[in-house]
């Protein structure tokens, strides 16, 4: 199994564009951005599947060259994308999509009805191509790797607030393949540590967890925001009830943070916050990084 980790930042990217906090304003110095969180993955390296799909996706894909199109001239290695959630940051690249023939989307049940009754993707797409809407749950084959849904959360998008809809709105995938006994696990929202989830990280490979926060507070520290990050559905890195402090359970597992927001101190190279992560034995991947499992 290949994957590329196309974008690794939370939504709004790192620098985000309205925001002038410590961070971004270095970011915006060093160059160091980063985009969207997505990924691309493939059981052949010749046919690829998105887990997501970025705002950022266009420029993903120009800078993916295992994505490039060709040898004909409207042919394209995407043969799917799997959704995580409904979230804005998740699905807006779909619309960048429209100009092919249109493509299988694996997502929760609950995401397939948000993306037609609060946000109305599957009805822009459907005037431009033959697209596919396949709730997920349990396991399915997707090109040739094992997918299994993991549900994590019961966040719903503020658009999709008002739903009636059951859950779950949030999933993780464990994903192996059968060939090589590679097994990925890509958890980028994860509201706590979900009871069972030793189990889907036990025997991994690679996981690549939610690491939107470092802790509890760094939104309101780095940005004046008194929304309070807690009512967003993302576990913190640090601290007694962080995803960290399960390290040490895994110590085989290679453990990796994505989808982290602009206000994130790891971010920061010389922060002792980016030392601390890369001392517990984790790693923080920078967009374009590839893993073969």
Known sequence: MRVVLLGTAAGGGVPQWNCACPRCRSVRRSGASRTQDCLAVSA????????????????????????????????????????????????????????????????????????RDGFAVRDVLARHGAWEWRPVAGSVDVGGLRVTTVPVSGKRPRYAASSDV???????????????GGVLVYAPCLAS??????????????VLLDGTFHGGDEMAAAAGDS??????????????????????????????????????????PHSPEHRAVLDAGAELPEDGTELVL
């Open 166 to 180: 059951d859950g779950p709105w949030v999933v993780a995938y464990r994903i192996a393949d059968p060939v090589t």
């Open 193 to 206: 540590w979900p009871d069972g989830f030793d189990d889907v990280v036990a025997g991994a490979d690679c």
């Open 227 to 268: 929304r309070g990050q807690r009512s967003m559905g993302h576990l913190p890195i640090a601290g007694a009830g962080g995803s960290m402090a399960r390290r040490a359970d895994f110590p085989d597992v290679r453990w990796m943070y994505t989808h982290l927001n602009n206000t994130n101190p790891v971010l920061d």
């Open 44 to 115: 052949d390296g010749a046919h690829w599947y998105l887990l997501n799909a970025s705002p950022d996706l266009r420029a993903q894909l120009l800078d993916t060259p295992a994505l490039a199109p060709g040898p004909g001239p409207r042919e394209t290695p995407l043969r799917g994308a799997l959704l995580t959630d409904a979230e804005l940051d998740h699905v807006l690249g779909l619309l960048l999509l429209r100009e092919g023939d249109g493509l299988p989307v694996w997502a929760p049940e609950a995401v397939t009805h948000a993306l």
